[in-house]
Nanobody, 123 residues
Framework: QLQLVESGGGLVQPGGSLRLSCVVL????????IGWFRQAPGKEREGVSC????????NYTDSVKGRFTISRDNAKNTVYLQMNSLKPEDTAVYYC????????????????WGQGTQVTVSS
């Protein structure tokens, strides 16, 4: 069974950092693109970042450029989202999603989703 498990969320002060992890279970990460999404209370889910299977494509939404970095370690079947200089508006549940292929797909195309991890940025 294919599963994605997020971890690394928590409470952090503004300006702080967190590293989210997305572990994939039941399949080999090598051939899958992974996206990170977030959903804040009362808001629609939005794409944050994605990384293609070859790591040749790495995209970020404008609001996190220069602060977040996506990376992958295929040997560990894990994708990371390093989040620095966190702001209160980054508060949300963060999800990772997977799709077979070497591109960054649209949100609706992702086939597999994790359950999410809560990130709260507050003083």
């Amino acid at each position: 069974q294919l599963q994605l498990v997020e971890s690394g969320g928590g409470l952090v002060q503004p300006g702080g950092s967190l590293r989210l992890s997305c572990v994939v279970l039941g399949f080999t990460l090598d051939f899958y693109a992974i996206g990170w999404f977030r959903q804040a209370p009362g808001k629609e889910r939005e794409g944050v970042s994605c990384i293609s299977s070859s790591s040749g494509v790495r995209n970020y939404t404008d609001s996190v450029k220069g602060r977040f970095t996506i990376s992958r370690d295929n040997a560990k079947n894990t994708v990371y989202l390093q989040m620095n200089s966190l702001k209160p508006e980054d508060t949300a549940v963060y999800y990772c999603a997977a799709l077979y292929g070497d591109s960054c797909p649209e949100e609706y195309e992702y086939a597999y989703w994790g359950q999410g991890t809560q990130v709260t940025v507050s003083s």
